[in-house]
């Protein structure tokens, strides 16, 4: 289980739906007019056909209530209820009205929203929305999927995001030629397998593959309810048997492990770990032994790993066991998976005939999957040899010169606030250095200590006066988080000489980066800072970093212009 919801609100009242419901009830009563007086009928069988803006408002205000409602409700009770056309009268209402792919999705996330918050987060529980799930079905066809003859498997099924569109797309294929109901049900559990930790959301998933064979394509109930394609199984458990598949399809869970379940976990995933292991690399890695030579694996996954330092083994074994056919970024980073601010990409691999031990700099298809749905040609994406980042199309600065050649080295902030507040003063003292803190750093790109300090009301720090993490020359403060929403991804300031003598040194909160000079004839702060604010940085940060946090090694290994000379 996991994937994305998106979020809503409505009144589970059978009586009359909140304030909060009423434009979306008009909005539907506007679209269900025009349908009546074209002759069309409204029901689960034949819903409106929606905007997807207008899917995402629905969805967002049906979501909003249930989280209000969350403990008081059976989440699998109540999903049951819906999926049988048995929900409260309004909400029953608003999920038949959608289109069918939607519909189920609406129902998924909202048993990710009723359940126990520490539940969702152990599993990593985001639900694919349909358009993401219709991108990649064609991207994997286009690379080769042929889906009236190869097997595919979902190894993290829950909602059956991807299992019910491919049955639809399947059986349709199908009876097109004429298959009849028994054949149809003794070849869908051939060609589509799923498996799913969460044994209620493997509940939910058969559910709604039986609906929608029932509801969509008139089959027999009783005949239907023998099939259940999504099986209660951990993919990742050691020495499973992954089934007879072609290719695999899915979106795995985003869930860095804890210390104590990386620990369990690297001595199978060594090959991969350079870092605290993330279940979706597990996932990939995993895949690439379950399906034959020639066989794809299509999946979503957060886009941390292009270029984050943690996923460098993970890239190079990668490159080694499988193509890289193409690589498509999601527009937008919020408002996809439910609760998930996170840069998303597709990502589609071919394994190899046998693994190679080095793979050499290559090339990938990409494009990006627009808000509106709209798919557009991007480039080629550079696959770094050796575990170096992968970068996305665009243009390289001129020049191409690191922070090594600029004759600096970056280290993150050594304070974290939160952990060691009793060490935060108001006002300057003996044996207290100014804390520069990540509002210091202006979008103009300005020092302002003071507009740092007032963030917190706390502008200063008490540190031994030898304190290797005490800065004592001019340097540089980088933001060390950033988003997609910012005019520019990255924020530097020049920290002056006269400002870090006056006060003995500086010292740096955890959420900037400081870069300071490693040799005497390194060009000035000022100099740096305006390279680092140029808008060619920030789009060859935009390359190489899927996340919204900035790591020192990142930044190191970016392509800055050449310094002047």
């Known amino acids: ?57 629905t969805l967002t205000r049906l979501l909003t209530s249930y989280r209000r409602r969350r ?11 819906l999926i049988g056309g048995r929900g409260p009268s309004v909400v029953q209402l608003l999920v038949d009205s959608l289109p069918h792919a939607w519909s189920d999705h609406a129902i998924a996330s909202i048993y990710a929203v009723l359940m126990p918050r520490d539940r969702r987060k152990q599993l990593g529980a985001y639900f694919t929305p349909p358009h993401l799930v219709d991108h990649l079905v064609w991207r994997l066809q286009a690379c080769g999927m042929d889906l009236g003859r190869d097997r595919l498997r979902d190894p993290a099924a829950g909602g059956a995001a991807f299992l019910v569109p491919l049955a639809r797309l399947m059986i349709s294929e199908w009876r097109s030629a004429g298959a009849t109901d028994l054949e149809i049900l003794t070849r869908l559990p051939i060609r589509l397998l799923g498996s799913e930790i969460e044994p209620e959301l493997a509940i939910i998933a058969n559910a709604l593959l039986h609906r929608m064979l029932v509801k969509e394509f008139g089959i027999d109930a009783e005949k239907a309810a023998g099939i259940g394609l999504v099986q209660t199984d951990d993919s990742l458990a050691e020495g499973r048997t992954n089934g007879d598949v072609d290719h695999e399809i899915g979106n795995p869970p985003f869930l860095r492990l804890s210390r104590l379940d990386h620990a369990q976990a690297r001595p199978r995933f060594a090959d991969i770990s350079s870092g605290r292991l993330n279940l979706y690399a597990m996932f990939v890695r995993r895949a690439l032994e379950a399906v034959p030579v020639g066989g794809l694996v299509g999946y979503i996954l957060p886009a941390s790993f292009l270029g984050g330092p943690e996923f460098s083994l993970f890239r190079r074994r990668v490159l080694q066991l499988a193509e890289v056919l193409a690589i498509d970024m999601v527009e ?135 304190a290797p993490y005490v800065v004592r020359q001019a340097c540089v403060a980088v933001q060390r988080t950033s988003s997609r929403g910012q005019n520019r991804r990255l924020n530097a300031a020049a920290i002056p000489e006269d400002f870090v003598h006056t006060h003995g040194g500086i010292v740096g909160e955890n959420h900037v980066i400081l870069l300071v000079p490693t040799r005497t004839d390194a060009p000035p702060p000022e100099e740096l800072a305006r390279a680092l ?23 190191e290994s970016m392509r800055l212009r050449k310094p002047p000379t």
């Open 332 to 466: 937008k980073r919020s408002d996809v998976f439910l609760d998930a601010i996170q840069d998303a990409c597709f990502l589609i691999l071919r394994r190899r005939r046998a693994p190679i031990d080095v793979a050499p700099p290559t090339l990938a298809r990409s494009g990006i999957l627009q808000r509106d749905g709209r798919f557009e040609v991007f480039g080629l994406v550079e696959l770094g040899a050796s575990g170096a980042p992968w970068r996305l199309p665009g243009e390289s600065c001129k020049g191409e010169a690191t922070l090594t050649d600029w004759g600096y080295r970056g280290s993150i902030g050594y304070l974290v606030a939160n952990r060691q507040a009793e060490r935060l003063h108001v006002e300057a003292g003996e044996g207290r250095f100014p804390l520069i803190w990540a509002k210091a750093v202006t979008t103009e790109g300005s020092f302002d200590f003071a507009r740092g300090a007032a963030f917190k009301d706390r502008g200063w720090v008490a540190a031994p006066p030898d």
């Open 533 to 555: 604010n140029e808008q060619a940085a920030s789009e060859e940060l935009d390359r190489i970093c899927g996340s919204a946090s900035i790591s020192v090694r990142l930044l």
């Open 71 to 81: 403990g008081t409700v059976e989440p699998l009770a109540h999903c049951l209820e």
């Open 1 to 57: 289980m996991h994937k994305g919801d998106l979020s809503v609100s409505v009144s589970l009242s059978e009586t009359r739906p909140s304030d909060t419901l009423s434009v979306v009830t008009e909005q539907y009563s506007d679209l269900a007019l025009s349908h009546a007086q074209a002759g069309t009928e409204v029901s689960a069988a034949q819903p409106l056909r929606m905007p997807l803006a207008l899917i995402g408002q």
